[in-house]
């Protein structure tokens, strides 16, 4: 399901309700570009087959809301209005702090590591990649 779109400051912006993904979505998308530079994802999680599995839980939003960029970006009492915060893993496991960083975060899996995503030099601009998202 779509829960965002990439604006052009690099920001997300959250859709409510998230919106289905189905093939006629894909390929109307695809015709644009790549789906994933434009819109934010979200899907289940897939726990022990994602590198960022800890055994209990998504070990990625730790590392993002510990991360240098994000004690750039505004508090957690400013977060964005969300169709997925019932059932989100990152909001389970950390509260408004996975909100807070949530808006930077992209799947750009051609971009960086994860480990350069969660390092010392965060981009300026959003990147992600490990996983599709956070549910």
Known sequence: MVIA???KDGRLGYVRPALPVDEQFNRTAREHGDPESR???ADTCAQDACEHWSGRQCGLVGRLIDSPRAQELSSADDVPRCAIRSHCRWF?????EACRVCPVVVYRPTTMTATEATGDALPSRP???GEKDHL
Not at 92 to 96: D, E, L, N, T, V
């Open 5 to 7: 779109t990439l604006g």
């Open 39 to 41: 819109f934010r994802f």
């Open 92 to 96: 389970a496991q950390s509260g408004k």
């Open 127 to 129: 990147a992600w990649t």
